[in-house]
């Protein structure tokens, strides 16, 4: 587009998009995602146990943590053990099938995971995942 001073000169206007400012916004962005992700992650620090074969989660539906000093949690809520079948069975709506994941430290002693176990099997829940971190090197 081309248009005429006051001096009787023509120009053209400038027609090129300035992109500075959108990449700008883009990386703030992308650094405010990159700092809250691993706070969104989970809020409850465990040592997880290492193991050579771990699967990739697909989702997160419900996460059921134990940490070290064997208080339980659902999602990031505390639960009684005794409540603990209501909730998960309430959580899944009723699709005993949708996985579960068990996050349990690697300080906790067996007898305590067994009775959580127990506990997801008398509520019906059939699909238990076991979350582990991978064992790095040999």
């Avoid at 146990?49 to 771990?54: E, I, L, M």
């Avoid at 943590?65 to 209501?86: F, Q, R, S, W």
């Avoid at 899944?92 to 099997?121: C, H, I, K, S």
Wanted: proline content about 5%; glycine content about 6%.
């Amino acid at each position: 587009m081309a248009f005429t001073t006051h001096k009787g000169t023509t120009q053209t206007s400038l027609s090129e998009i300035n992109i500075t400012p959108l990449v700008d916004v883009v990386l703030v962005l992308l650094v405010i995602f990159m700092l809250t992700a691993p706070i969104l992650q989970s809020g409850i620090e465990v040592n997880l146990p290492k193991t050579r074969t771990v699967k990739a989660v697909r989702s997160e539906k419900v996460v059921i943590t134990i940490t070290k000093d064997e208080t339980l949690y659902v999602g990031n809520n505390p639960v009684n053990i005794h409540a603990l079948g209501d909730i998960v069975k309430q959580k899944l709506g009723g699709d005993t099938n949708t996985p579960v994941y068990l996050r349990a430290d690697q300080a906790v002693p067996f007898g305590v995971f067994a009775q959580v176990m127990d506990v997801l099997e008398q509520a019906k829940v059939t699909n238990v995942s076991v979350v582990t971190r991978p064992i790095r090197g040999r």
